[in-house]
């Protein structure tokens, strides 16, 4: 007798004996998933199979690299796990670029690979890999399925792990014999997970500390990571800034944690980020960082990062904590939950007119910057443009590399989860599937995704996706003709000596978004963007804009390999 599948989540159950691919599908809905992106194979048919009958929606990428990327942007801007199926063997390890890069920016996943049937795993059986012992090392946690009876427990730990203290990728490995299985199952099994028990809630001495620390600072700031961000911490990170007065920096991924136009923000900071931010991080006397991991693009050379600073740092997870800056009040705790304890002691507010004068000096003499011309289009301009086109509200999706860090620059993020990009592990091909799961965690809002014309060709594929979803992406194509930044390592350290950093062909991107049913544009003159971003950006359908910029032009300012955050290259006032 097959079980039958609610479509209710609250009155789902199983009677009788039921396969393990319908099991699944119903432990699915009891975790509230409602999309999944993946790609069929052999060793997950059975699935398939089962999610023919399930009320599950599901997205065919047209790689698997595409589904999980699209699963991160689902995660980033819904707040909610990505879901992802693959086969065995090369299914599963086309995956694993997706899973390191989920769990370098701590994006809850919940992957679930096929596997070989239990009788051969280990005999190189067709489309057989060790995708656990491949993915150890990136994943937050990983199981095999042995006993069918199991799953249920598995999928509801799986969920738990990815989305509770610092979210991160979980996958289940599930041979085919055992999605076949006949069993009795149990929904209702407890999870057992007793070496999991995150820290939530932060140290009450710690938190005196640090507030005796504020008072008696004279130069202060605020370090906003991305975990301000998986926290939901944004509008307490804002109360507790104003409440004493402190300036406030971002990480590259906690940009929309603290409003870009508030007049406490002082900018991102790192290697490319702006002189008055990385000049408050070199000259602060102390430094909270709130949820960021202190990782080399921030700091540059740790040896002289922060050099006169009391250091605290607040963090779900407490690897981070001293990993690699001396941290003087260390805080293991949720950032919600320890800037709302922070809120609850009286304000005191120290005398910072000085420091802030000072660094909205740094901030008016030493901008941002770029030159303008009327032969070639300004990259940073046509960002400029869309952000005032859309009133900052858009989410903006990005690949790696150039466009990313002037998307960054130049795209004013007032707003949380309106900002998905690929940080810590730094993938090419990830802003265009990301937007496509960020449009479908968000429907109403504009999307648009910034991306080059090298990581676009990484999977470009998956613009079918755009008509048969009817996803009115925007894809604005920085093209230079060039792995942009590659081009300008290249022309700072190896002595202009461009090796294969120049495309020497390109397709046509306008026939290739028209093959796909999409409008495509090609703009090569400012005359041109105004017409048709006001065109694009107000269409309720999918657009490709292929923009020719400058092929020479450089990301500044720039922190080279080795140097501090004070010695910053292409600073000009």
Known sequence: MRAKLEEEPASQTLTGNVNGADMLMVALKKEKVDILFGYPGGAVLPIYDALYK????????????????????????????????????????????????????????????????????????????????????????????????????????????????????VLVDIPKDLTLQQAYPSLEAEMDLPGYQPNLHPNPLQLKKLVEAIKLSKKPVILAGAGVLHGKASEELKKFAEGYDLPVVHTLLG???????????????????????????????????????????????????????????????????????????PIVADSKLALTKLLEYETEKADLEGWHKHLQSYKQEYPYWYNQ???????????????????????????????????AQYYSFKSPNNWVTSGGLGTMGFGFPAAIGAQLANPSSTVVAFVG???????????????????????????????????????????????????????DFVKLAESYGIQGYQVKTQEEVDKVLKE??????????????????????????????????????
């Open 373 to 407: 011309s009327a032969d070639v289009l300004s990259p940073q301009r046509l960002i400029e443009q869309v952000y005032e086109m859309t009133n900052g509200d858009a989410v903006v999706t990005t690949d790696v590399g150039q466009h990313q860090m002037w998307a």
């Open 536 to 573: 694009a950006l107000t269409s309720d359908e999918p657009v490709l804009i292929d923009c020719l910029v400058n092929p020479k032009e450089n990301v500044y300012p720039m922190v080279a390999p080795g140097k501090g955050l004070h010695e910053m290259l292409g600073v000009k006032p």
């Open 54 to 169: 399930a009320p599950i929606k599901h997205v065919l990428a047209r790689h698997e690299q595409g589904a999980i990327h699209a699963a991160e942007g689902y995660a980033r801007v819904s707040g909610k796990p990505g879901v992802v199926i693959a086969t065995s063997g090369p299914g599963a390890t086309n995956l694993v670029t997706g899973i390191a890069d989920a769990m370098m920016d701590s994006l809850p996943l919940v992957i679930f690979t096929g596997q070989v049937a239990s009788g051969v795993i280990g005999t190189d059986a067709f489309q057989e890999a060790d995708v656990v012992g491949i993915t150890m090392p990136i994943t937050k946690h990983n199981y095999q399925v042995r006993d069918i009876n199991d799953l249920p427990r598995i999928v509801k730990e799986a969920f738990h792990i990815a989305s509770t203290g610092r979210p991160g990728p």
């Open 255 to 329: 940009l929309g944690g603290f409003p870009a136009d508030h007049p406490l923000f002082l900018g991102m900071a790192g290697m490319h980020g702006c002189y008055s931010s990385n000049m408050a991080l070199h000259e602060c006397d102390l430094l909270l960082n709130i949820g960021a991991r202190f990782d080399d693009r921030l700091t540059g050379n740790l040896a002289t990062f922060a050099p006169r600073a009391k250091v605290a740092h607040i963090d779900i997870d407490p690897a981070e904590i001293g990993k690699n800056v001396e941290t003087h009040i």
């Open 453 to 507: 014309d090298g990581g676009f060709q990484m999977t470009l594929q998956e613009l079918v996706l755009l008509k048969e979803l009817n996803l009115p992406v925007k894809v604005v194509l920085l093209n230079n003709g060039t792995l942009g930044m590659v081009r300008q390592w290249q022309e700072t350290f190896f002595e202009e000596r461009y090796s294969q950093s120049v495309f020497s062909l390109q397709p």
